[in-house]
């Protein structure tokens, strides 16, 4: 640790996303009550979870798993606030290692080929200045070895923000807002399509509607979190 980060450290603490805790040790972000406590799903390891269910008749998918349950006011909920308004990369790329590991202890996602993020439209990706579902792909891979790819499914079209729509308005808003540009990098391969939260499925939904024209694909799914209000 440099000098100059032990004097920051003594006069501006990072704190806990979790809790708000003053951090100690090697604690990264969460400490580590927050971290040993997160409202896991156990959906990796659960065949017919909760998540599938939603999601069974709408994508043809091989196995989908949401790791933490978010709801108002919880960790999960804070979680993912920093990590979209707070600019914290960071916090993606350890959630995306929690998630790597998570996956690879269940054994239902072993033989993926590609990581495939959700996209953000552009001018959202400039705003950020990343797209969290890249950078949990990015902890991810770290952990299971597994290259991302980020060329071929692409979103043209600006939506509104899938939070700020009611239930029964999600599906419409991202209706056709997702197109895949290069099928022949996907041909005959399991891709694991990787977002931060998962509410109705639409946004899901939509993008594996834009891969459907791809030969031979076989989709299974992970996201951080499940809305479950
Ligand atoms: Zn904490």
């Known amino acids: 640790m440099s000098v100059l980060h032990t004097i920051l450290n003594t006069f501006f603490p990072s704190t ?10 090697n604690e990264n972000q969460l400490c580590v009550s ?3 406590q997160l409202p ?11 998540a599938e269910r ?6 043809p998918f091989v196995a989908v798993s ?5 709801q108002h006011g919880n960790k999960t909920q804070r979680i993912i606030h920093s990590m979209k308004f707070h600019g914290n990369s960071d916090l993606c790329l350890l959630m995306g290692r929690q998630m790597g590991l998570d996956l690879a202890r269940s054994g239902r996602f072993d033989d993926i080929d590609l990581l495939l993020p959700v996209p953000l439209h552009w001018i959202r990706h400039l705003k950020r200045g990343y797209n969290q579902s890249e950078l949990l792909c990015r902890g991810m891979s770290e952990v299971l070895g597994v290259p991302i790819n980020t060329t071929a499914l692409k979103r043209v079209r600006y939506t ?3 939070s700020q729509q009611q239930r029964d308005k999600r599906q419409t808003n991202v209706e056709n807002a997702f197109r895949t540009m290069h099928p022949e990098q996907l041909k005959n391969k399991h891709i694991l399509l990787v977002d931060d939260v998962m509410t109705t499925g639409a946004t899901l ?3 594996c509607d834009a891969l459907a024209n791809v030969y031979s694909l076989r989709i299974s799914i992970a996201t951080l979190s499940i809305a479950t209000y």
């Open 66 to 70: 949401a790791m933490l349950q978010f």
């Open 40 to 50: 896991a799903t156990h959906f990796s390891a659960t065949p017919d979870n909760e």
């Open 160 to 162: 509104r923000k899938q």
């Open 54 to 59: 939603m999601l069974i008749g709408k994508i």
């Open 16 to 25: 806990c996303v979790g809790c708000g805790e003053v951090l100690v040790g």
């Open 205 to 207: 939904t939509s993008c």
């Open 34 to 36: 927050c971290l040993s």
